[in-house]
Nanobody, 126 residues
Framework: QVQLVESGGGLVQTGDSLRLSCTAS????????MGWFRQAPGKERDFVAT????????GYADPVKGQFTISRDNAKNTVYLQMNSLKPEDTAVYYC???????????????????WGQGTQVTVSS
């Protein structure tokens, strides 16, 4: 069993940056593909970014390409989402997710992930 805990969310202004962290317990994350998703009020949970277990491959949703960066520190059992140039439309609850998978295929759908954190709120004011 993997427990994921997100942190780093908050209220920021347009153009600011935030770094979200997702720390795991129960298992080492080195054999897990990791993902970040977000859900705005009244909307579905959308894919944001994913990172292969090796860390060699990343994938991003079109709206955040060039703006967000996903990374991992296996020694700290932590995955990060660096978010730059934030916009009001980035406002959402951000979720970290994990699936046991060793390979280069990138999972971008919520149903492909087995473990989820509780979410952290990111609010960007205009």
């Amino acid at each position: 069993q993997v427990q994921l805990v997100e942190s780093g969310g908050g209220l920021v202004q347009t153009g600011d940056s935030l770094r979200l962290s997702c720390t795991a317990s129960g298992r080492t994350l080195s054999d897990y593909t990791m993902g970040w998703f977000r859900q705005a009020p009244g909307k579905e949970r959308d894919f944001v970014a994913t990172l292969s277990s090796s860390g060699g491959r990343t994938g991003y949703a079109d709206p955040v390409k060039g703006q967000f960066t996903i990374s991992r520190d296996n020694a700290k059992n932590t995955v990060y989402l660096q978010m730059n140039s934030l916009k009001p439309e980035d406002t959402a609850v951000y979720y970290c997710a994990a699936v046991y998978y060793i390979g280069s295929y990138l999972q971008t759908r919520p149903y492909q992930y087995h473990y989820w954190g509780q979410g952290t709120q990111v609010t960007v004011s205009s």
